[in-house]
């Protein structure tokens, strides 16, 4: 069998070989890049959170002392202050002394306790009558990034508990982060 191929067949023919090379040349050939801009903006923050301060069951005449956790999470580099606020059931004067202005509360009786950052209760986070924040400073640092926790202790001192009423006494404490 004699196959006649014409030069116009032949034309054909590399033409579509042509046609099935050229993407796979063209692509192995020809590349070009951009850029893309990647950014990004760290904002000064900060948060607090507080664990509990629980004393438990307070006999009368007893000297009851418990601890808590004040933790503060601020940006790096960030200069930040901790304050303790009076509670809600606090008094300008009272008590032994005037420390004993902060009071868990149980309907009209109150129960004085003071807070301290010692646990010899020598250094002692004192409530005031003023509403300025600073007034009842905890701590002043500078955050790094993670958890920075500062241990309170607080104390019902015996003599204040003597003759109290039985109940359930109880505060809230506000603690504000200043940045």
């Known amino acids: 069998m004699k196959i006649n191929v014409t030069s116009r067949a032949v034309s054909g023919i590399f033409a579509l070989l042509g046609l099935c090379l050229a993407p796979a040349a063209q692509a192995a050939g020809n590349t070009n890049t951009g850029n893309m801009l990647v950014s990004a903006n760290i ?3 900060c948060s607090v959170s507080a664990s509990p301060m629980a004393f438990g069951t307070v006999l009368p005449g007893v000297v009851k002392d418990t601890q808590a956790t004040v933790t503060a999470v601020c940006t790096t ?3 930040y202050t901790l304050d303790l ?3 809600l059931n606090h008094i300008t004067t009272g008590g032994t002394g005037i420390q004993y202005r902060r009071q868990m509360g149980d309907a009209a009786n109150r129960l004085p306790y003071i807070i301290a950052v010692d646990t010899t209760y020598a250094t002692q986070v004192d409530a005031t009558a003023s509403l300025a924040a600073t007034n009842n400073l905890l701590t002043s640092t500078v955050g790094n990034g993670l958890d ?3 241990t ?8 204040e508990s003597v003759s109290k009423a039985p109940g359930a006494y109880t505060d809230t404490v506000i ?3 200043a940045f």
């Open 152 to 159: 309170i202790y607080g104390r019902v001192i015996g003599a």
């Open 43 to 45: 904002e000064t923050a």
């Open 175 to 177: 603690v504000t982060i």
């Open 77 to 79: 580099g960030t200069t």
């Open 148 to 150: 920075q926790p500062v």
């Open 85 to 87: 606020g009076d509670g």
